[in-house]
């Protein structure tokens, strides 16, 4: 079935570097694919999302790009800030099951002043 | 964004009893609403697809004697978890969806005592 596999954590970063979590996938057809991020004791949050081959979702100063060729969906910040410290969920949407979301075993950063 | 509510957003309850779990979408109808289980540190994994007045898909491994989801209304679902048990104790987090995309309520820290 659909999978999502993305980089163990945690990740350690001091401010102002810069941030990949890889993230690759395994699906039939033409998944969506997404990032959510959850803070301490709260839910998840939408942070980017991307639809189809070669689409770039960004927001934030977060972006991603979805490449067919390469399976893969990840994660980017030129910059990252101690509030950004949070964990990091890729997930999917199998094609044609709208809504329905796989997820990835979640990647947690932590920022250092 | 749209906006799903979620209640409560903790619990805490004796071993045995069973507790029950609100999802609402307060400003769209949704047509499939979605149940997720997440243990400390691991990532979400979905326990069952619910559509509005039918019964619910429920993933392998689940049990759906005692996790019993209605959808009676398309902005309403319901998690009964029953005859609770500290094995049961998780963040169960619900999504509505009415389209390709699905909106997230707050999670619901369970805790059995």
């Known amino acids: 079935g659909d999978s999502v596999t993305q980089m163990e954590g945690p990740v350690t970063l001091s401010e102002e570097a810069f941030l990949t979590i890889n993230c690759t996938y395994t699906?039939?057809?033409?998944?969506?694919l997404f990032w959510y991020v959850q803070y301490p004791g709260e839910g998840l949050q939408l942070l980017l999302k991307a639809t189809k081959a070669d689409d770039k979702g960004s927001n934030k100063g977060f972006e991603a790009t979805y490449r067919k060729e390469t399976t893969s969906f990840h994660l980017e910040k030129g910059s990252v800030q101690v509030s950004d410290s949070a964990v990091y969920f890729c997930a999917l949407t199998p094609y044609n099951q709208g809504g329905k979301l796989i997820f990835g075993q979640g990647t947690e950063l932590s920022v250092k002043p | 964004g749209a906006v799903v509510s979620q209640h409560p957003s903790w619990v805490i309850c004796k071993s045995g009893t069973s507790v029950k779990i609100e999802c609402r979408s307060l400003d769209f109808q949704a047509t499939t609403m979605f149940w997720y289980r997440q243990f400390p540190k691991q990532s979400l994994m979905l326990m069952a697809t619910s559509n509005e007045g039918s019964k619910a898909t429920y993933e392998q491994g689940v049990e759906k004697d005692k996790f019993l989801i209605n959808h009676a209304s398309l902005t309403l679902s319901t998690l009964t978890v029953t005859s609770a048990h500290p094995e049961d104790s998780s963040f169960y987090i619900c999504?509505?969806?009415?389209?390709?995309?699905?909106?997230f309520g707050q999670g619901t820290r369970l805790t059995v005592v």
């Open positions: 699906a039939t057809g033409y998944p969506s």
């Open positions: 999504s509505a969806s009415g389209s390709l995309w699905a909106f």
